[in-house]
C-alpha cells in the first residue's frame, strides 16, 4: 500500500495534478504529457518521479523512452482513503432519515 502521506504530497501541487489528468487518457511519453505545460520538460520528469514515489504512476520502458501511466493500486488506496469518509457520511445520513421517520410515526400514532 502506497505511503498516504506521499501521496497527498504529491498531489498537492498543481502541476503534478495536471501530470496525472493528462495520463488519465492513457499512457504517454514524457514529452506528450509536457506539451502545453507552463513547466519545462525536465521539470515534468521530476513531478512523474514524485507521483512515482507516491505510488501514482509507473513507467515502462519503450525504446530509449519511458511511457508513464497511472498506477491503478495507488489510486485504489487514495479512493479507499477517501470511501471511509463517503461510509460514514452515508450511515450518519441513514441514521437521519430513520430518525425522522420514527419521528413522524410518533406524531401520527398521537
Excluded at 49 to 71: M, N, S
Excluded at 102 to 109: H, L, N, Q, S, V
Amino acid at each position: 500500500m502506497p505511503n498516504q502521506s506521499a501521496l497527498f504530497a504529491a498531489l498537492a501541487d498543481p502541476t503534478r495534478r495536471q501530470v496525472l489528468e493528462r495520463l488519465q487518457a492513457g499512457p504517454a511519453p514524457v514529452g506528450r504529457i509536457a506539451e502545453g505545460l507552463p513547466v519545462s520538460r525536465p521539470a515534468v520528469s521530476q513531478h512523474l518521479k514524485v507521483l512515482k514515489e507516491a505510488g501514482l504512476v509507473t513507467d515502462r520502458p519503450d525504446g530509449t523512452r519511458r511511457v508513464y501511466h497511472i498506477d491503478p493500486k495507488g489510486l485504489g488506496a487514495l479512493r479507499a482513503w477517501l470511501d471511509q469518509f463517503w461510509t460514514t457520511s452515508l450511515d450518519a445520513f441513514a441514521a437521519e432519515v430513520e430518525r425522522q421517520e420514527k419521528a413522524e410515526r410518533t406524531k401520527e400514532d398521537q
